[in-house]
């Protein structure tokens, strides 16, 4: 009678990402032939990770029922994801202020974002009030960049000159 054979999955500081799979049962005859495969990517939590390597100290991923129990250890590394990236635009597509980045390219998938913006922006003495948000503002990083738009209109109110002559109107 041999031993059982099992695999478990997990991130490179050791955290189980999904339970223990078990491949053979214990009692299973010694000798018998076994085979797994480490899954391509794996979400725990709302987060994604990729098939690494399998570790120094694990059974090999196809072998033979041995008389001890024996584990295939499946390492994964968080899954990169792009940027997230808020931009303030006028109705022109011109950028009013820089663009806010909430995530760098590089942050794992599936990591929540929230854009709040603003309703105004006055800057190099203009006025401009939000008039629409393209984008969503609330979600999770993604394998592609994520742009939330801010369009903003300018309201500046432009003062009539000072022509320096007074008239009476009666």
């Given at each position: 009678e041999g031993g059982k054979v099992e695999a478990k999955f997990i991130d490179q500081t050791g955290k189980e990402l999904k339970g223990t799979v078990e491949i053979l049962k214990a009692k299973t005859q010694v000798g018998t032939p076994y085979f797994s495969k480490a899954p391509k990517e794996i979400t725990k939590d709302g987060l994604s990770y990729v098939f690494e390597k399998i570790a120094k100290d694990s059974a090999p991923e196809t072998?033979?029922?041995?008389?001890?129990?024996?584990?295939?250890?499946?390492?994964?590394t968080p899954k990169k994801g792009g940027s997230v990236v808020e931009r303030f635009i006028d109705q022109n597509g011109n950028s009013i202020q820089p663009n806010n980045i909430l995530h760098k390219a590089g942050t794992q998938v599936g990591t929540p974002f929230e854009s709040n913006g603003v309703n105004r922006i006055e800057i190099n003495g203009r006025i401009y009030e939000l008039r629409k948000v393209e984008g969503k503002q609330k979600g999770n990083v993604e394998e592609g960049e994520i742009f939330i738009n801010y369009i903003f209109e300018d309201v500046t109110k432009i003062s009539a000159p000072n022509t320096g002559v007074v008239r009476n109107i009666s």
């Open positions: 072998g033979k029922v041995k008389a001890e129990n024996q584990t295939i250890t499946y390492i994964y």
